[in-house]
């Protein structure tokens, strides 16, 4: 058993001794005109770079997903982190790209999205909450859409919006339940025409999605202007072009396109850019930062969030699509902990060995590598040590996956940094170089040319392992009008629990014989999907009865305490 753990993630990360960015920016071959530093240690890069590099071969892609999330962590966004870190330890470029973290589960439960211990990226306080001011630019570009409807009623409403069809929602980069249901335009003729609105968070915006799957700021505008707003009195959709907002909305998205160039504790560079949920939204960071990167270094390692069920079925199914990806690896994150989680403990009782319980919890890791398979990419399976782990567990974990077939790497990023992950390295890049000489391809789980129903119904069974799909009446009539407007050429962006396979949050290990209900959609069609909501999920979270916010605080000289 390795020692406990002695420092917290932000003491770490504050003891760093980081590098002026313009050295990180230099290492990548990046001039001065290249990018602008926000500080000392961050920096946009300008979308010039792409245009530049558009000639010259792109380096190789890592996916890094895990099996689905437990209250007791995975650590995807550390070994990710670690991996980069590792692969330049060994003497390759590599450059990491990852989501930026949204202050909703910040303050909230869940943590940041920075990596942690030895494995992280830097400026740690700055990454996890303000940044550079992207969520913030999306919350204001899709709030100030929110306002032009309103006023565009209240002026006379020459579209004929029909205020009880407006479907586009105003957000918040915050969990705030009391925002799920809000009535505006109260006060009398002068505040506008009464409704019933409600909130998102920030990350769940189709701005978000959009600025994420945008190739270049023309792209960016044009994606903007096919926003479904919502629909006239003769039920007619309306759009952004229609309303003629979306130069206004790209102007205040010019700087949040770029991407956002920081450092990992080993000086390792890293894009930091774009933000969705991969339980609401598509999961992944931008398209510009991801092809920006594989331009940049021969190894680019981006991961995707929460299990393979979600943010990688997206990345495979939705951006691979749009930015023509196909990556030469996917590694799979499993923890002992949330194995055994998957096997009935309890939280509390998760430090003590359990054999049984972790040979019952590997079906959840099982079904998520079946999940990979089925796309035609090679994996390891990385075991992210926690001190608790016992060896005999880790063997267990090592003989299951030698028995099944699978690569498996242990992984101890968290307290060795890059050094921890050169196993993990070893057993990916002959898989890499096996695909190439092989020339095998990224298969995907439907053709955009199925219908809707079959589009939900291959998700379902061959990602989630359900028996089918179960329409609500909503859902069918939608699933009608979609049709005949030829949104059902578009890829569909499953909203669902990340906590298990099924759409219930309570059934854990490997769901089997259940249907997955979709109760409803919402058209995405600027972002390019349709997004397809199941069971009980929320667009707009709670905070937690304890929220990570009261632990938080500021000293005297301006740095952050209790931040992870």
Not at 19 to 33: F, P, R, V
Not at 220 to 247: H, W
Not at 326 to 343: F, N, S, W
Request: charged share 25%.
């Amino acid at each position: 058993m390795i020692e406990e753990k002695i420092e917290s993630d932000i003491i770490i990360a504050q003891k760093a001794k980081m590098k002026k960015i313009q050295d990180i920016a230099q290492s990548l071959g990046l001039g001065e005109e290249d990018f602008e530093p926000y500080g000392h240690y961050k920096a946009k890069i300008n979308l010039d770079v792409l245009e530049r590099l558009k000639d010259k071969k792109e380096g190789r892609l890592i996916l890094v997903t895990a099996i689905n999330p437990t209250p007791a962590g995975e650590g995807k966004s550390t070994v990710t982190v670690g991996l980069g870190q590792a692969l330049n330890r060994l003497g390759h470029r590599a450059i990491i790209a990852l989501r930026e973290p949204s202050l909703g589960p910040t303050m909230g439960v869940k943590g940041g999205a920075a990596g942690g211990g030895y494995s992280q990226v830097v400026p740690m306080e700055d990454i996890n909450l303000h940044f550079t001011g992207d969520l913030h630019a999306i919350t204001t570009a899709n709030n100030a859409l929110a306002a032009m409807i309103d006023n565009h009623i209240h002026q006379g409403n020459t579209l004929q919006l029909d205020p009880r069809r407006i479907i586009w929602k105003r957000v918040l980069d915050l969990n705030d339940r009391a925002l799920r249901r809000v009535t505006v335009g109260l006060g009398g003729p002068t505040n506008g025409m009464p409704r019933e609105d409600s909130f998102d968070i920030t990350v769940a915006s189709e701005v978000m999605a959009i600025l994420c799957l945008s190739k270049d700021i023309t792209d960016l505008k044009n994606r903007l202007s096919r926003i479904v707003i919502g629909y006239t009195f003769s039920k007619e959709p309306v759009t952004v072009g229609d309303l003629g907002a979306q130069g206004a909305m790209t102007l205040l998205l010019k700087e949040a396109i770029k991407p956002n160039l920081v450092q990992t504790l080993e000086n390792t560079p890293a894009l930091i850019h774009g933000g969705p949920f991969a339980n609401i939204a598509h999961g992944c960071n931008s398209v510009i930062a991801t092809k920006m990167a594989l331009k940049l270094a021969d190894y680019t390692v981006t991961e995707a969030g929460f299990g393979a069920d979600l943010g990688a079925e997206k990345f495979l199914n939705i951006k691979s699509r749009v930015a023509q990806l196909d990556p030469g690896a996917v590694v799979i994150v499993a923890t002992i902990r949330a194995l055994k989680m998957h096997g009935g403990v309890a939280k509390s009782a998760l430090t003590e060995e359990n054999i049984t319980a972790l040979s019952s919890g590997l079906a959840n890791l099982e079904k998520h590598a079946e999940t990979i398979q089925g796309f035609e990419l090679p994996f390891v399976v990385a075991i992210n040590r926690f001190h608790t782990d016992t060896n005999m567990e880790v063997q267990v974990i090592k003989d299951w996956c030698k028995k099944k077939g699978y690569p498996v790497a242990l992984v101890d990023v968290w307290k060795q940094g890059g050094a921890g992950g050169e196993e993990l390295v070893h057993e990916l890049l002959p898989l890499i170089e096996q695909k190439e000489k092989q020339q095998r391809k990224l298969i995907h789980t439907y053709s955009l040319t199925s219908s809707i129903e079959e589009k939900l119904h291959a998700i379902a069974t061959k990602v989630y392992g359900a028996d089918g799909i179960e329409l609500s009446s909503k859902a069918m009539k939608q699933v009608e009008e979609y049709t005949k407007r030829g949104w059902d050429q578009l890829p569909v962006c499953m909203a669902k629990t990340q906590y298990s396979l099924s759409d219930d949050p309570a059934r854990l290990g490997k769901a089997t014989h259940f249907k997955v209900t979709i109760r409803e959609f919402k058209p995405s069609i600027g972002a390019g999907f349709l997004v397809a909501l199941t069971g009980e999920i929320m667009t707009m979270p709670g905070l937690p009865k304890s929220p990570a916010a009261l632990q938080m605080d500021v000293d005297g000289e301006g740095r952050a305490l209790g931040l992870f």
